[in-house]
């Protein structure tokens, strides 16, 4: 409904087939008597638990390459694409992926130079937009023109508002991203105990931290993402 405050309108009944922590996401929203970062962070702490279950007997190293390759890949068939609507295309499917990468927003401004059109899900991540014709005046360089029924807006000013309404996100809702992610980290991977008679592994804890990174990015891409 409005990104700052954040309020969000949750359909019912809710589409099928979805996951867990999406579930988790949309109730962190809808109960007006639970702080959603108390159920956010209950969310996180399920979900990295979830991804390091399933992580047991794979290798950490190997799967962070491997999922950094795919990430690869999908930056470059989106540098490849010989047309801005094709690009447009080829990123908004790639997007989850595209932000995993640490330089998501610097690489999106390198790549989109043109305006992108932008995904049919953008008005309901951004209500506050009002796209205009592309004959009228315009407004600021940042304002989404539309023509022949596609809405575009330029490729920098679409990366910088996706980073921001992640950093809004954090601030707004999470708070302290320290804070928020030591009361995670806190549950999933606690400091062990040592004594003299025994001594920790510290390789036994890759899988959560791994998978704590994977929640993280997957919390902000379905923020990102309207909830995709």
């Not at 579930?23 to 109960?31: G, I, R």
């Not at 950490?60 to 390759?69: F, G, H, M, V």
């Not at 899900?121 to 600021?140: E, F, H, I, L, N």
């Not at 992610?181 to 004594?195: A, E, F, L, Q």
Request: hydrophobic share 35%; with cysteine.
């Amino acid at each position: 409904i409005t990104r700052d405050p954040l309020a969000l309108q949750v359909t019912q009944p809710q589409p099928e087939g979805l996951h867990e922590y999406e579930k988790d996401f949309l109730k962190a929203f809808s109960d007006p008597n639970t702080l959603p970062k108390k159920s956010l962070q209950e969310m996180t702490v399920n979900l990295v638990k979830a991804v390091g279950d399933k992580m047991k007997g794979f290798s950490r190293k190997e799967s962070i390459a491997y999922y950094k390759s795919i990430m690869e890949r999908a930056w470059q068939q989106i540098e490849a694409a010989g047309t801005p609507d094709v690009k447009s295309q080829m990123y908004d499917e790639a997007l989850e992926w595209t932000m995993l990468d640490k330089n998501y927003d610097e690489r999106t401004r390198r790549v989109f130079t043109g305006p992108i059109f932008v995904p049919m899900w953008w008005g309901r991540y951004d209500p506050a937009y009002r796209p205009v014709t592309s004959g009228a005046p315009k407004m600021a360089s940042v304002t989404p023109t539309t023509s022949g029924g596609r809405t575009s807006l330029p490729g920098a000013a679409f990366a910088a508002s996706v980073v921001g309404g992640v950093q809004n996100f954090s601030s707004k809702v999470i708070g302290d991203v320290s804070a928020f992610t030591s009361g995670v980290t806190n549950r999933t991977n606690p400091i062990p105990k040592t004594s003299s008679s025994s001594s920790w592994k510290g390789g036994g804890g890759g899988g959560h931290s791994c998978a704590c990174a994977c929640a993280c990015a997957g919390c902000a891409c379905a923020c990102a993402g309207g909830g995709r």
